[in-house]
């Protein structure tokens, strides 16, 4: 699951965006922990998502602070790669790479529709919103570049 745009905090870090995974609670944990110990270097999020935040789709080079279920700082991660592509063209590099366990396509795929068609996703979105293979996504690979806690 992509990072949420926004604010990032720490007093050296301030200006840098905050990388929010998931909504706070056990998925979150769990992406934060595979960005710490080096399984995750990939994440998907909806491009709707950045438009309906007025947010722009970030860039190769860009460095985010990736934060905690607490809201708190625990990382700082560096894009190295972002493409903007349908849904059904993700292929199982980058699945593999978010580095939730997904060993095929179809894996991760129902995962992330689980996520997108669940009851916080459609709280933010409506009861209507679904995703299929048209759908823009943004794909994002990083790197760690430091671990904050």
């Known amino acids: 699951m992509a990072p949420t745009p926004g604010r990032g905090g720490g007093a050296e870090f301030a200006e840098l965006p905050k990388a929010e995974f998931a909504f706070p609670g056990a998925l979150r944990d769990q992406l934060v922990g595979a960005i710490l110990d080096g399984r995750k270097t990939t994440t998907t999020g909806l491009l709707i998502e950045y438009e309906l935040e007025g947010s722009a789709v970030p860039e190769a080079g860009d460095r985010c602070v990736v934060v905690d279920s607490r809201d708190q700082p625990v990382a700082v991660i560096e894009l190295t790669e972002v493409r903007v592509a349908p849904l059904g063209t ?7 790479d978010e580095g939730e366990g997904h060993r095929t396509v179809e894996e991760w795929r129902r995962a992330h529709e689980d996520f997108w068609h669940g009851p916080d996703v459609r709280a933010e979105r409506g009861s209507e919103f679904s995703v299929d293979d048209e759908t823009p996504v943004v794909m994002e690979r990083f790197r760690l570049i430091r671990r904050l806690s």
């Open 90 to 96: 993700v292929d199982l590099v980058h699945c593999v």
